[in-house]
């Protein structure tokens, strides 16, 4: 029985060390893993890797308010404990108030703009170095390697993930980045057949993830947590139902 379990201690610290050298350990001041219901599988050891930049693609207007729901959502199970975020963007097209409906608090969020780009990139090299923070959120187009090689030293060193918006960029090839989305807006799930809008619905597509599975998934918002979302042909009429 002693051999064994000194067994699975050497296997633990062996596939934590492993992880760890992928950019995939998680982060040293959060007691809980995110739940991001059927994303979850898709990360290394079903755990969402908090030491990493994690590009979100968008090339019009409307994938671009799509992604920053989404990345809300993420962010609101990053902001489990009592620490705050940084959202650093040139243009503020978020509206604060809007983040309630995905249960996050907007006084617990800095918003910070800027205008220079290499100011932005900057700052929010800064902030990552902050432990104290449960993640920082930057708005920027495109970014050089070197400045990503920066952004994820600063994360190796404080376990902050950072959450980057790249809003029609001129090339994303060529960057090196822990996980890859892509936010495309369904039609709201309407709730029972009730009129008015429903709970928000995405196609989330993970292009890249690290040690981990890309993949495609219809998600709804239930106005608390991700769930499975799904589209069910019926005659001509598309119905929209939620799976648990």
Not at 156 to 181: A, Y
Not at 202 to 212: D, P, T
């Amino acid at each position: 029985m002693k051999q064994s379990a000194e067994r699975d201690e050497v296997i633990a610290r062996l596939r934590g060390e492993i992880l760890s050298s992928g950019s995939t350990v998680y982060s040293s001041h959060s007691n809980e893993h995110p739940d991001l219901g059927p994303l979850n599988r898709a990360f290394p050891g079903d755990c969402f890797p908090f030491r990493g930049t994690h590009e979100f693609i968008s090339h019009t207007s409307e994938t671009a308010a799509a992604t920053l729901g989404f990345m809300t959502g993420l962010l609101s199970r990053l902001m489990k404990g009592p620490e705050m975020a940084v959202w650093v963007g040139a243009h503020r097209t978020l509206f604060p108030p809007g983040l309630k409906a995905f249960c996050v608090v907007p006084d617990r969020i800095i918003f910070i703009d800027l205008v220079s780009e290499k100011e932005l990139l900057w700052v929010v090299e800064e902030c990552l170095k902050c432990n104290a923070l449960a993640a920082v959120v930057g708005e920027v187009p495109d970014i050089h390697p070197i400045a990503l090689r920066r952004l994820q030293l600063a994360i190796e060193k404080s376990g902050v993930p950072c959450l980057l918006h790249r809003h029609r960029p001129r090339s994303v090839e060529n960057t090196v980045c822990t996980t890859r989305w892509m936010i495309s807006p369904m039609a709201s799930l309407m709730e029972d057949g009730l009129p008015g809008v429903g709970y928000p619905q995405w196609q989330v597509a993970l292009l890249k993830v690290r040690n981990g599975k890309p993949g495609s998934w219809q998600i709804t918002w239930d106005g608390q947590q991700f769930q499975h979302g799904y589209t069910e042909k019926v005659g001509e009429e598309n119905v929209y139902t939620k799976a648990g």
